[in-house]
């Protein structure tokens, strides 16, 4: 081990102090967006906070919320590090978690549970396909049709709703009249672990060991390498031996099947009382991408991001009480991530203008570039 | 089940509200395809057009609700269309963050603002009268739908030439489409390659955030910001920018197609047809689906599309 020179320990310094400067900015914009709107700004961040883990029972209902967003954010890190950009993940949960309550409600008991996480996954891995296919076959930005099939997705999973041999709740004596998918045995959900005086579905635990796997997969195995030269160079790739297209579609059909993974794991970890409604996803594929995103594409970081996210989702459940909309939370979410975007960036294009050492050069993580394969 | 088909393609055809309709997406449309269509000459894909449409179109109807006067409006939506631009061209293409990340972030973020603002100041607007040139507007079906519509429709009249000769005739332009094409070549014969693209995305801002307004202050039936009237628009300005292979003529058309799509979910119930209701509502966007996947690879896409540019890397 060499010490770390003078520079490197500055540079570090520096980016440290300008996370802790956007984050602070991005903190007091929130706060001051509240406070022009009437609200009282130091309230919404107690409501937050309590909501989220001080109150009793409370931070296993964040731990159960963040699992999804983990999957999701591990999907989506899958893609990226193909160079495909999935943003589609809001869609492919839905599908999965449509499909996951399409068996799950056929049957009962642990085999049809496991059938049914089967399926989502299979959803989401179709759904994301079809992306795949039209970027490989005809060229589409994958950009444009995952979005374009998140909407084509609410309305999919929409009229599976409608019809009671599909997911439509035939039971007539159901709770209320909006239009649901019936409920889930209580033995085709899975199971919860009780801890300090919370609880949590087993999905919480899995999709840790899941981070912890495609972790080890992206970074020790011969695929993750090949998936990381096909991001950052196809024609590299297709140099040393790397199938380029049929990498690719696997690669961003993994990512969708990882987000309808997180649906059939939501639906049968118990959100929404164990029923498909509409709006089911309710903004877990976006903010997973967020999630990935903040990250920056490394699976462990995704941890501690994901548990950040789901905070602020289950804090926003206690911010009635202050007067605010909870809609505060999506304005706080993105000018968050916008936050931790900048300063890896200005660090960036520091360097590229003070060019490095060589030494240094080489020691440092090069810039992975997305989108680069049109 | 053939003769009902074609009664229904009959009523369609012949309904001059579906014609109003369709002429009103499109031209909703066409507001942000044009300024997508600059910036991706430029080699951006742009996707935060979303994001500039919302901004628009919220802030359009707020400033109307506050000041009443559609002209302030829609400068005020243009304004938030460039703020939305500024963000996006300096994050994207001067620290140089993956465009897409940065497009999709801001989508969210306006989104979500927009929503936050409305709940504290709900913007209620008022419908503009539909301004009637005489005569023309009384040509059998297409008549009142061209001749016919609310003056802010109208901008766009001067606004497609407008994005046409500064593309093509001027030295502005020219910068533009090199640095779409080959960033490298226009780096050093001495353009500024991310300058003219972070200028070609403020162009692209403009436009859609006057198509926000546009959207809110034109549209018949739309009596204030809701989340849901942009919804995807902006996407699908850019298939209509893929869909017409980068041609200002083709994305227009491409406009008109999906206009036509949007106007038939509306209509088709109206002229009492019964038509799942879902099937109808995701009809443009498949329709869109469907159509960059037969025309992406028809023709050249500036070939440095959705690549970032560096100076020194490759």
Redesign the interface.
């Known amino acids: 081990m060499r010490a770390p020179d003078a520079a490197v320990i500055r540079r570090g310094l520096k980016v440290t102090g300008m996370y802790v400067v956007s984050i602070a900015v991005a903190l007091s914009l929130s706060a001051g967006l509240i406070a022009i709107t009437g609200g009282p700004w130091r309230k919404v961040l107690s409501a937050l906070l309590d909501g989220s883990i001080r109150n009793p029972g409370r931070w296993g209902g964040t731990l159960a919320e963040a699992a999804p967003l983990l999957i999701v954010a591990l999907g989506a890190i899958i893609s990226t590090r193909a160079g495909l950009v999935n943003i589609g993940q809001e869609g492919q949960v839905a599908v999965g978690a449509a499909l996951a309550a399409f068996v799950a409600t056929r049957g009962s008991g642990p085999l049809v549970l496991v059938a049914a996480i089967a399926a989502g996954f299979i959803g989401g891995a179709l759904w994301a396909g079809i992306a795949a296919l039209l970027r490989f076959w005809r060229n589409v930005p994958e950009v444009i049709s995952t979005l374009l099939l998140v909407f084509i997705a609410a309305q999919a999973t929409g009229y599976l709703l409608t019809r009671t041999f599909l997911l439509l709740d035939s039971d007539p004596n159901k709770p209320n009249r909006v239009q649901t998918s019936a409920q889930l045995d209580s033995a085709t959900r899975i199971g919860r672990v009780r801890l300090f005086g919370n609880e949590f579905p087993w999905s919480v635990p899995v999709a840790l060991l899941l981070a912890i796997a495609v972790a080890l997969l992206l970074h020790r195995s011969v695929w993750g390498f090949r998936l990381t030269v096909l991001g950052r160079n196809p024609r590299t790739a297709q140099r040393i031996g790397v199938p380029v297209v049929v990498a690719g579609a696997a690669a961003l059909a993994i990512s969708g099947a990882m987000a309808g993974l997180a649906g059939a794991a939501m639906l049968a970890g118990g959100t929404a009382n164990y029923r498909y409604t509409p709006g089911f996803a309710n903004s877990v594929g976006w903010e997973g991408l967020l999630v990935a995103l903040v990250a920056r594409n490394r699976p462990l970081v995704c941890l501690p991001t994901a548990f950040i996210f789901a905070s602020l989702r289950t804090g926003s459940g206690f911010l009635a009480a202050t007067g605010v909309e909870r809609s505060i939370v999506d304005v706080v979410r993105a000018l968050l991530v916008l936050a931790l975007l900048v300063p890896p960036a200005v660090a960036a294009v520091q360097r590229r203008r003070v060019s490095p050492p060589p030494a240094a050069a080489a020691a440092e993580e090069p810039t992975v570039i997305m989108g680069a394969t049109a | 089940m053939i003769a009902s088909v074609f009664n229904v393609i009959g009523d369609v055809l012949s309904s001059e509200a579906m014609y109003n309709s369709a002429v009103r997406f499109a031209i909703v449309l066409a507001f942000a395809a044009t300024g997508e269509w600059v910036a991706e000459k430029a080699g951006t ?1 742009n ?1 935060s057009i979303e994001a500039m449409m919302i901004g628009g179109a919220y802030t359009s109807a707020a400033v109307f609700t506050a000041t009443d006067t559609v002209p302030v409006a829609l400068l005020a939506g243009v304004a938030a269309g460039v703020v939305v631009a500024l ?1 996006q061209a300096h ?1 994207s293409h ?9 497009g ?3 989508n ?2 306006v ?3 927009a ?3 409305d ?3 709900k913007a209620v607007t008022s419908v503009v009268k539909p301004t009637k040139i005489l005569l023309l507007s009384e040509i059998p079906f297409l008549g009142e739908a061209l001749f016919g519509q609310p003056w802010p429709m109208y901008l766009i009249v001067p606004i497609v030439p407008a994005a046409w000769w500064l593309v093509f005739r001027t030295r502005w332009g020219l910068e533009v489409r090199a640095v779409g094409d080959s960033p490298q070549a226009a780096d050093v014969s001495g353009i500024h390659v991310n300058r003219r693209r972070r200028e070609s995305i403020m162009v692209a801002g403009a436009c859609a955030g006057l198509g926000g307004g546009v959207l809110v202050l034109g549209q018949i039936s739309i009596s204030g910001y809701e989340a849901g009237h942009v ?2 628009k902006g ?2 300005a ?2 209509a920018v ?1 869909f017409g292979g980068w041609t200002l003529r083709g994305t227009i058309i491409g406009c008109a197609l999906f206009g036509y799509f949007f106007a038939l979910q509306l209509t088709l119930p109206v002229l009492g047809h019964r038509i ?1 209701p ?2 109808a ?2 009809l443009p ?2 329709v ?2 469907t159509v ?3 025309f ?2 028809r023709t050249r ?1 500036p070939r440095a ?4 540019f ?1 100076r ?2 490759t």
């Open positions: 894909l996707i963000i994050l001067q620290l140089t963050i993956d465009q897409f990340v940065v999709l972030t801001l969210l973020f989104l979500g603002l929503l936050f603002l709940s504290r100041w919804g995807l996407i699908i850019i298939a893929i799942n879902q099937l509502a995701s966007y498949v869109a689906l960059t996947a037969v992406a690879t896409q599309l959705a690549q970032p560096v020194g890397l």
